[in-house]
């Protein structure tokens, strides 16, 4: 293990922004290790964008940003992509393999074992995110949407990585696999150790799964804490989200 | 096919090395221990992916045993808990700590299906079996053609009752692609073309001292088959396969679902535009493409054979018979609608995935320079029956 550090992702400073539009605006964050934190904030105001560039998928055009000790740049590309595994919002499965193959590529890459072992692997961590052996044959057209949602999961799995960071996972399932997705979150994370990073709106996983949340408006983080806190927060935008009637009634 | 572009993406990462960090953590282990009820199997170690090799090699060498005790395993994710779920089988499994009890459990509920094996093959059924599914795909193929055929010709004539169904910007921004941006390099390629049949004219017929009969050939080859085979080839290329790419991507993407569902065909609004505008590209290249072609022949008499401009036109319109100049562009027409039909038909058969898109592009320009090539030799026959 690396050296024992607070933080698995640390944020400093950080500026994006697309030609004259700045999307993150000098921004500082920590995530622990460890903890899972959920990031809110409006619909296009940067969440994704800010979970690209800590994937290093979007150039920064100020700021640092290190993952489990290595700062973010061309060396540490494959190091950090064997620790930190992602889910984006779309998928992104591979569509020209099957979803079985989608999993065993990474794992090929980068783990020993035989074709056969891994193989078993793969399904048994397809079945964990809830598909069956049957759909680990099918090709990413043939998915649902909340099938593709549990595959690219599994995917981001399948290196069993220490830092998840994840897209809002659980918009299109449905509620009862969005709690068995906060279910096997929480057993991973107590059993492997693991720091995830989430965007999301589901405001029952932000409210039994994460230990903090983070609040992004305008670019800054403007309130960051434990649910309970980030809801006192005195910020127009802030008591807009959790006043509002679907905010109510699902910390009711 | 999948599998080269599972090796694509292997090959960038190849160079990089595999990184094991397993000189970080301690390798798995399971020491057997003989008790009184039966063997007793005793794990430790980090039971996690970096050692997949160790961590098969173990279940694969482990005996049966009536306990398993995994109070020694430092680390754990879901390879060793697998592993562990494979090793435990009837066993009874002791130690669990807390922090890991979640996973192993989460792990032994799964029902453990294993991917069904390959079935044996047999070579001469394979074959049959291919041959066979070849052959029904081109008569498939036939019908698809039949049926775009009829639709778009449907819609054309939906359009001729009711004028503004004719997507005019449409067809206008789709001439300007097919058209007038491809006349540079049509115009190009036939006026080399025109420029070698004349040098190879020259340099076999001065043998003969038949010198005289080159701008013949130069003409009639131009005019009757060269001349519209070239256009229609680089349509094919350049416009055909766009054609589909573009079809193809807007069904990958739901886009031609989502027209449908406002009530418009597709048909009218993405084809008919397309394929109008290669039936009037092609013949206006093929006739830009002929005359380059003569040009491209008439400097080879003139720098290569010393025959001068306006002897070379002079022969020419001798050697030119109207009925050559028809019999060129009357089948260009029918080209242009091969390929715009071939290119929507194997549009629309884009699936889901990016390689299908690859394939369906390749197969459009394959088959409709193919198709294109078939009907020149129909129409040399019915012409030759006519007596033109
Ligand atoms: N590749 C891009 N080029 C230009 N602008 C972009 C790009 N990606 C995102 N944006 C802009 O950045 C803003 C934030 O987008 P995003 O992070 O996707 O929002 P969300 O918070 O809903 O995930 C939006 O205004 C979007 O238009
Ligand atoms: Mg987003």
Sequence with gaps: MTPLDESAIRIETLTVGFGAKIVIDDLSLDVRRNEILGLIGASGGGKSVLLRAVLGLLPARAGRIEILGHVRGPGSAREIGRRCGALFQQGALFSSLTV?????????????????????????????????????????????????????????????????????PTSGLDPIAAGDFDDLIRTLRRTLGLTVFMVTHDLDSLNSLCDRVAALYGGKIVAIGPLAEVRGVDHPWIRAYFRGARGRAALA | MRQVVGAALRICYRDCGPIRRRALTSEPTLARIAADGGLRLKASGAWIADHADALEALIVAAPASVALDVAGVERLDTFGAYAIARLKGQAELTGVSERQRGLLEA??????????????????????????????????????????LGRVSLAFLHALRHPQAFRLRSIVHHLDRVGVQAVPIMAMMTFLVGAIIAQQGFFHFRKFGAEDYVVDLVAVLILREIGVLLVT??????????????????????EIDALSTMGFDPAEFLILP???????????????????????????????????????????????????FEVGMIKAPFMALVVGIVAAVEGLKVEGSTESLGARTTSSVVKSIFLAIVLDGVFAIFFAAVGM
Excluded at chain 1, 113 to 135: C, H, P, Q, T, Y
Excluded at chain 1, 137 to 147: D, I, Q, V, W, Y
Excluded at chain 2, 121 to 139: K, M, V
Aim: glycine content about 8%; charged content about 20%; aromatic content about 6%.
């Design chain 2, 233 to 254: 080839i680089m349509a094919a290329g350049r416009s055909g396969s766009a054609y589909t790419a573009e079809i193809g991507s807007m069904k990958m993407r739901e």
């Design chain 2, 107 to 148: 792990v032994a509920r799964l029902p453990h299906a294993a991917p069904a094996g390959v079935k044996p093959r047999n070579r001469l059924a394979d074959a049959l079996e291919s041959l066979g599914r070849a052959l029904s795909a081109a008569g498939a193929d036939a019908v698809d053609f039949a049926a775009m």
């Design chain 1, 100 to 168: 079985l193959e989608n999993l065993e590529f990474p794992m090929r890459e980068y783990l020993g074992g035989s074709d056969a072992f891994r193989r078993e692997v793969a399904i048994a961590k397809l079945e964990m995110v809830g598909l069956s052996a049957e759909d680990a044959r099918k090709f990413p057209a043939e998915l649902s949407g909340g099938m593709v949602k549990r595959a690219a999961l599994a995917r981001a799995l399948a290196l069993d990585p220490e830092v998840l960071l994840l897209d809002e």
């Design chain 2, 274 to 324: 397309r394929v109008l505008a290669l039936v009037v590209a092609v013949p206006a290249l093929t006739f830009i493409g002929a005359v380059s072609a003569l040009a491209g022949g008439g400097v080879v008499a003139w720098l290569y054979a010393g025959m001068s401009p306006p002897i070379y036109i002079e022969r020419l319109s001798e050697a030119v018979s109207m009925t050559s």
